[in-house]
């Protein structure tokens, strides 16, 4: 997703910390640090109770209350990191995920897992309220509200081992974050592989009828272990005020491209009478994995409310935001499927033409990609590294750090090799942990939150019933992900080698 970097520096070491604040996401997720959050409130602080409307939703506009210097982020730049935290690589492998839906049926899925999503970051927002009253915290970040949503079951067991809510958490969340990692190495290889097979043919003709002969060029994954170094050593740049002109120029590239992106897409939309209303069941399940990893983006919102100069407006920006999003998705994977039906490949700029025009857009989204790597591996190494570090003495500290980048990174590079296909890599991140930070735990925390005050049945069902959708997502998205992945479908076509436009 699009990022600035200077967000994931600020939930790096939250996990440790009860008032740290993680976050997830792709060009998805952002990290804001604790430390910029010290002066800010998201509610007012008083020793127990709920905060004002209570389950009914978000607290009451009057109870937040704002502390210190009034140097938080307006609405407008709030909306901004909430877009750029929910877009990212996940919005072009969209238009492949409704092909496994169905015409009718991914559009119609991709609204309701919208508006189910949007609703458990309410969820999440109004339980971290809940406990900033119960505790008088000034900030929770997504751990700490599972933990003490723990703490407050009936259950003794549940109790004595809340912290371990905070470690799952954190868990998924470095999971999360090392896919999209992995993600970003395929998605590299793809669009670099398929720019330079047809460097000899590319030329100022984007006629969608033209025919390229693809020159014949290294496996994907030779592309993979040649980007390696390059990545090793942007890693390597920790000040985060060198990476964030770097990420401004990401986002400004990627931006671009989309909207050239969406340009070619509108012209010449062939007849779609011969595409399938619902697609196979089978294929649903990596519909399910595709659609979550992009609507992953759940971390970023305590850190970004509690960041505000006025609180009280970020339900308004979370829905306005969330609405912007939701339709930008289902807009692009439509007209991308319209447009290259059953053709259409696992990222869309795949299906561009190879002109100069378009592979220039492969190649800026590409630029944003690489970039972007830094920023959402800089959360699991500060999550990782630190506490290793600290086993060794002061002098050997940075060799171990760098020594550290350079094996994590490169884990990230040989499991992209070991699943070389973007569609399935992105499938099977979104399977195994966007679904659980997105759809399983934030029911869960709203009855282990309010089950001791009393909770409706019918809340209760509603919860129960998106966390087994969720769970059901899970199991059955991450095993057809992996079938897929060892016998592939003869209908799935992922290779970039041969190519008509």
């Not at 019933?465 to 769970?471: D, K």
Request: net charge neutral; glycine share 8%.
């Amino acid at each position: 997703m699009m990022a600035d970097p200077k967000e994931p520096e600020k939930g790096a070491v939250e996990l440790s910390t009860p008032n740290a604040a993680p976050s997830t996401g792709t060009m998805s997720t952002r990290r804001l640090r604790s430390e910029d959050y010290n002066d800010y409130s998201s509610t007012d602080v008083t020793p127990e109770g709920s905060p004002p409307g209570g389950m009914n939703g978000f607290a009451h506009p009057e109870s937040y209350q704002r502390f210190g210097e009034a140097n938080g982020t307006t609405w407008y730049q709030t909306l901004i990191h909430l877009l750029k935290g929910n877009i990212g690589t996940g919005l072009l492998g969209l238009p492949l995920a409704v092909k496994n839906a169905g015409i009718l049926l991914g559009p119609v899925s991709l609204l309701v897992m919208g508006v189910v999503a949007v609703h458990c970051m309410g969820i999440l927002v109004k339980c971290a309220h809940h406990f900033c009253y119960r505790f008088q915290k000034q900030f929770l970040d997504y751990g700490g509200a599972v933990m003490y949503g723990l703490e407050s079951t009936p259950s003794a067991w549940l109790r004595t081992h809340a912290i371990w809510g905070r470690r799952v958490v954190g868990l998924f969340l470095i999971v999360t974050q090392l896919g999209f990692c992995c993600v970003y190495f395929v998605f590299l290889a793809d669009n670099l592989k398929q720019v330079i097979s047809a460097a000899n043919g590319t030329t100022n003709d984007c006629s969608p009828n033209r025919t390229v002969v693809m020159t014949p060029t290294m496996d994907s994954r030779l592309y993979m272990l040649s980007i390696l170094p390059f990545v090793v050593l942007l890693t390597f740049i920790q000040n985060l005020k060198v990476l964030s002109i770097f990420s401004m120029l990401a986002n400004v590239a990627m931006l671009v491209s989309l909207v050239v992106i969406y340009q070619y897409i509108v012209r010449d939309i062939p007849d779609p009478s011969d595409l399938p209303l619902a697609a196979a069941w089978k294929t649903y399940p990596l519909f399910f994995g595709t659609a979550i990893f992009a609507f992953e983006g759940i971390g970023v919102v305590l850190p970004l409310e509690n960041k505000m100069k006025n609180p009280r407006q970020f339900p308004v920006i979370l829905y306005v935001g969330m609405t912007i999003v939701t339709i930008l998705y289902i807009s692009l994977s439509v007209l991308g499927y319209l447009r290259f039906g059953a053709g259409i490949q696992a990222s869309i700029t795949l299906n561009l033409p190879n002109c100069w025009l378009y592979q220039a857009v492969k190649l800026l989204f590409s630029f944003g990609i690489f970039f972007t790597y830094a920023v959402q591996f800089y959360v699991p190494a500060e999550i990782i590294i630190p506490p290793l570090i600290a086993r060794v003495s002061e002098r050997w500290g940075w060799l171990v750090n760098l020594l550290l980048r350079v094996v994590l990174v490169s884990v990230t590079c040989v499991l992209a090799i070991l699943i070389p296909r973007l569609d399935i890599v992105i499938s099977l991140v979104g399977s195994v942990s966007s679904s659980a930070l997105a759809l399983i735990f934030p029911p869960l925390l709203e009855i282990a939150t309010y089950y001791t005050e009393g909770i409706h049945p019918i809340v209760v069902a509603k919860d129960i019933a998106i966390s087994l959708f969720g769970f059901v997502g899970f199991v059955v998205g991450t095993y057809e992900a992996l079938v897929e992945l060892i016998a592939p479908a003869a209908a799935v076509v992922n290779s970039t080698s041969v190519m008509v436009q």
